[in-house]
């Protein structure tokens, strides 16, 4: 009952900072303190309101983006952990979850977990370089008003993240015959010649 109280309130708050935003578009520092904007004009929303799991600052060498300076981490036991997030129904989104380790515990044993979709599985998080940003993305239809994305099942280490974004579509961009029982995940990124690797 408390956790489900809890998924409640960061809810709410997920919502009421999400529409200082653009509709729909949402960068979630976890760990973070304090909300800001950063150098490309993305604003960040920290997950200080929650009261579950703990945070940790890392340092990496070469990364300065402030969003990798914390992570939130949570216990290896066999509860969910999960940020609920608001969406409007019938519309497509873009889930980006980030991992960067940087030995936030000290103990130099890289983790291995499970990240789902409320119920269902997403992808297994298998860190192999402490140094490493590893990204999962999803594109869904959303079905509901409200999706959990959910860390679990650690076998080696202990379930974190390092940031959380989601991002609306509109019109038919992405439209795929079987949305309404499949998300897509993406397996690569190429840029093709852009003028920039800056993230979108």
């Given at each position: 009952?408390?956790?489900?109280?809890?998924?409640?309130?960061?809810?709410?708050?997920?919502?009421?900072?999400?529409?200082?935003?653009?509709?729909?578009?949402?960068?979630?520092?976890?760990?973070?303190?304090?909300?800001?904007?950063?150098?490309?004009?993305?604003?960040?929303?920290?997950?200080?309101?929650?009261?579950?799991?703990?945070?940790?600052?890392?340092?990496?060498?070469?990364?300065?983006?402030?969003?990798?300076?914390?992570?939130?981490?949570?216990?290896?036991?066999?509860?969910?952990?999960?940020?609920?997030?608001?969406?409007?129904?019938?519309?497509?989104?873009?889930?980006?979850?980030?991992?960067?380790?940087?030995?936030?515990?000290?103990?130099?044993?890289?983790?291995?977990?499970?990240?789902?979709?409320?119920?269902?599985?997403?992808?297994?998080?298998?860190?192999?370089?402490?140094?490493?940003?590893?990204?999962?993305?999803v594109v869904m239809l959303a079905s509901s008003p409200t999706v959990s994305v959910c860390l679990s099942n650690a076998t080696t280490g202990q379930p974190f993240i390092s940031t959380l974004e989601l991002r609306q579509f509109n019109g038919s961009l992405y439209y795929t015959t079987y949305e309404n029982q499949f998300f897509l995940s993406?397996?690569?990124?190429?840029?093709?010649?852009?003028?920039?690797?800056?993230?979108?």
């Amino acid at each position: 009952m408390a956790t489900l109280l809890h998924l409640l309130i960061f809810h709410l708050f997920l919502y009421s900072a999400s529409r200082a935003q653009m509709p729909g578009f949402l960068s979630l520092d976890c760990g973070g303190t304090d909300n800001y904007t950063d150098e490309i004009g993305l604003e960040w929303t920290a997950d200080n309101q929650i009261t579950f799991g703990q945070t940790a600052s890392i340092s990496v060498p070469g990364e300065k983006r402030r969003q990798y300076m914390k992570v939130r981490y949570f216990p290896a036991d066999s509860k969910k952990y999960c940020y609920m997030l608001s969406m409007k129904v019938r519309t497509r989104y873009l889930i980006r979850a980030t991992f960067l380790y940087g030995n936030f515990d000290r103990s130099n044993v890289y983790p291995k977990f499970d990240i789902s979709l409320g119920a269902t599985y997403w992808s297994t998080i298998v860190i192999s370089d402490a140094n490493t940003i590893e990204v999962q993305e999803v594109v869904m239809l959303a079905s509901s008003p409200t999706v959990s994305v959910c860390l679990s099942n650690a076998t080696t280490g202990q379930p974190f993240i390092s940031t959380l974004e989601l991002r609306q579509f509109n019109g038919s961009l992405y439209y795929t015959t079987y949305e309404n029982q499949f998300f897509l995940s993406l397996a690569a990124r190429i840029n093709f010649g852009a003028g920039s690797s800056d993230p979108v």
